[in-house]
Structure formats: structure tokens, C-alpha cells
């Protein structure tokens, strides 16, 4: 005679222990293989706008809301934590160093006795760098450090 036995009683005593997930909370294979596509194609895509910015639309605040979505799609499919951790720094930490890298950008006019926010440019064969490009880097970084504080703290409440 066959005995029969329950879901419950073929679980091992480990899976007994995990909590179990909600079907929305279960990680979708579609979404994680999506954004393990996406996400470097969005981040370099983020790049690009930055540094287009300065002579076609484009720019720092739009480069860092395609950076901060990239990864506010990384959380969403791996969760907040893993998110965290592919962050070199905190969200509050981008934010201070985009504010602190605008403003070095505006200090250098002063220093050479010009009002503040002046574009300094340093011209290398045919690469232009200059203030200018420096302050987007710090709209880039601010943008990105917010939007993520504000993803970060709706996906932990």
C-alpha cells in the first residue's frame, strides 16, 4: 500500500525555517535577466548624456536621472540591499560630493580674480575640458544621490 504524504512533509526542517514569499515578493527570472541586460547599456547611456550635454541637449541632471533609474530597475529586481551594495557610496554621499564638485567648479574664477561660476577651459589637442563640465558632474551626481535617497526610503517603508 502507497502511503501518501503532504507538501509540508516533504519540505526539509531548513525549508520549513525560511519565510515563505508572497507571489508578488518572489523574484522574477524576466526582470532579473532584463535588467542584467539593461543595466550597463543605461549606465554608459547615462555617460554619454553627460558629456553631450554641454553642447547638445543632454547634460548633468538628465544623465543622472537615466543613471538613477538604471538603478532604481536593479532594486526593484534584486531589492534595496543589493542596490546599496552596488553603490560605492550612500545616496547622501553623492549627494555631498556633487554639491562639493559644483562648487570647487565655481571657485576656480575667483581664484583667478573672476566672478564666481566663470568657465575656466583647458584646451589638449582637440579635448576641450573645462568648469563647465566639471559643475554637470556635480548636477549629475546631486540627482543621482537624490532620486535614489527618495527610491531607496519609498522602497524600505
Do not use: C
Request: charged content about 15%; aromatic content about 8%; proline content about 6%.
Amino acid at each position: 500500500m502507497r502511503e501518501e504524504r503532504t507538501h509540508d512533509e516533504l519540505e526539509t526542517p531548513r525549508q520549513r525555517a525560511r519565510p515563505r514569499l508572497l507571489e508578488w515578493e518572489r523574484p522574477s527570472l524576466i526582470l532579473n535577466l532584463a535588467v542584467r541586460l539593461l543595466l550597463p547599456l543605461l549606465l554608459l547611456f547615462s555617460i554619454f548624456l553627460l558629456f553631450r550635454g554641454h553642447h547638445a541637449p543632454g547634460g548633468g541632471f538628465v544623465g543622472g536621472l537615466v543613471a538613477a533609474a538604471a538603478i532604481a530597475l536593479y532594486a526593484l529586481a534584486q531589492g534595496a540591499a543589493a542596490a546599496h551594495s552596488l553603490l560605492r557610496l550612500p545616496p547622501k554621499g553623492l549627494i555631498a560630493a556633487g554639491l562639493l564638485t559644483a562648487l570647487a567648479s565655481g571657485l576656480l574664477g575667483p581664484l583667478e580674480g573672476m566672478p564666481f561660476l566663470t568657465g575656466r577651459w583647458i584646451k589638449w589637442d582637440r579635448l576641450e575640458l573645462g568648469t563647465p563640465v566639471l559643475f554637470d558632474v556635480g548636477v549629475y551626481l546631486v540627482v543621482v544621490g537624490v532620486t535614489l535617497l527618495i527610491v531607496f526610503t519609498l522602497m524600505e517603508e
